[in-house]
């Protein structure tokens, strides 16, 4: 079957479109990238979104007209890459996160995913699936991470112990025990370790006045050197300490939360690259600090993906906290296209919906139950 899968992430870059073509069983499927592109949002509705992520208020005119909007550029992604391609039969649509509440005491999690499938099945005349985080929420789950269910079909080893650490906007794990485990989907576990980019690019656009949008290969802060007096004390935020299932978002990692960790810069006299080598960092050990914390065992190999990956520094920061015992792949490495692995992910998501196969691992999410992901408009 030919999919299309799309997803615009929390750094709220672009649509990242991935058409794919599945094969084999729902439980043992096949995935092979046909093509892959990112369709960068017009600079206008990335603003738009990035002050909704940020909690400007809107009416419900605005709100119909921004859902729109987003489901308007999805639907072209998805026509874009379909210019060359054989024709795709169905398209899973992430949308675009502007808010993530998770659930708490006995109040459920509320997400918002925008750029409703209906319409992207209508400008496109494709079954479009979408919502897929709704019906895990409802089962008192976080909704998400959705991936790690993707991850240990097309990732996990035979023997080894596998982590995949995805560096997006927010950074997530899936943490993969050796196949040949007893009870082995049990045991797979997943969370959002914390900031992935999202501090560090939102300080790279300060310090650079919105010139640039990402510090590029890391050369930046590479430049500086990590304060680790500051680095503890940053890590004492409540979020790093709290015990799995956990998710989150830029809700808790805002322009408000940086500009906090800017004071404290500020206060230890730090330059501009130091500043930015002490985020790096913070984001390196909040990741290492969730393996050494929450994981039965450490994993023989952690396996990158997500726009993080590039970036040299955090990579050097994050295998000198996780130890020299584990070796740092890309999931590119595997076979698995490291850029478009979220995209790919949603595709299989609509995949196994169609086929009425459960897209969720219950404890990774919190859910009572394994459900069916996805809302199906025809
Ligand atoms: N060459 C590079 N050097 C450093 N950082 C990079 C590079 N390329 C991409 N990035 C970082 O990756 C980010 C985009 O990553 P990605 O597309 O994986 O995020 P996302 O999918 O939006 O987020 P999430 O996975 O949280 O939903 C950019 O904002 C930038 O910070
Ligand atoms: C609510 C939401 O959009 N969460 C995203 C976000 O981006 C990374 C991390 O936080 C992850 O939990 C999730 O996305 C991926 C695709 C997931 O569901 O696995």
Avoid at 33 to 50: C, D, M, V
Avoid at 201 to 216: E, I, K, M, N, P
Avoid at 259 to 270: G, K, M, V, W
Wanted: net charge negative; hydrophobic share 40%; proline share 6%.
């Amino acid at each position: 079957m030919l999919v299309i899968g799309l997803i615009s992430g929390t750094s709220v870059d672009g649509i990242d479109t991935a058409l794919v073509e599945i094969s084999g069983t729902v439980e043992s499927p096949q995935v092979q990238l046909l093509a892959g592109e990112t369709y960068p949002y017009s600079p206008r509705l990335r603003e738009t979104i990035l002050q909704v992520c940020g909690g400007e208020k809107l009416d419900l005119e605005a709100l119909a007209s921004l859902d729109d909007d987003i489901a308007e550029e999805f639907a072209q992604a998805a026509l874009n890459i379909q210019k060359e391609t054989p024709k795709a039969q169905l398209i899973g649509s992430h949308g675009q996160t502007v808010f993530h509440r998770p659930p708490a005491n006995d109040r459920l999690g509320y997400t918002v995913q925008l750029g409703r499938g209906a319409a992207i099945a209508k400008n496109t005349r494709i079954p479009t699936i979408s919502n897929f985080r709704a019906a895990d929420i409802a089962q008192a789950g976080h909704g998400a991470p959705l991936v790690p269910k993707i991850d240990a079909y097309l990732l996990s080893h035979p023997t080894k112990a596998r982590c995949v650490q995805n560096i997006g906007g927010i950074g997530n794990l899936t943490y993969l025990p050796p196949r040949k485990t007893e009870n082995w989907q049990q045991n797979i576990f997943g969370w959002d370790t914390g900031p992935g980019n999202v501090l560090i690019d939102l300080a790279v656009q300060f310090l650079s006045q919105g010139q640039q949008t990402y510090d590029h290969n890391g050369q930046w802060s590479a430049q500086g050197q990590p304060c680790s007096e500051l680095v503890h004390k940053w890590l004492q935020e409540p979020y790093f300490q709290q015990y799995p299932p956990k998710s989150t978002g830029r809700e808790l990692f805002s322009p408000a939360y940086l500009a906090q960790l800017h004071q404290d810069a500020q206060a230890y006299s730090l330059s501009d690259a130091d500043w930015l080598a002490s985020l790096t960092d913070l984001t390196a050990i909040s990741i290492a600090h969730s393996y050494q914390t929450f994981l039965p065992e450490m994993p023989a190999e952690v396996l990158l993906c997500g726009g993080g990956a590039r970036n040299a520094y955090l990579r050097q920061r994050l295998l000198a906290h996780l130890g020299s015992n584990v070796k740092l792949l890309t999931t590119d490495e595997l076979g698995l296209n490291s850029d478009f692995k979220e995209a790919i992910a949603f595709a299989l998501l609509a995949y196994w919906r169609w086929h009425n196969f459960p897209g969720n691992l219950p404890q990774v999410t919190g859910a009572k139950a394994a459900v069916l992901l996805g809302e199906i408009y025809l």
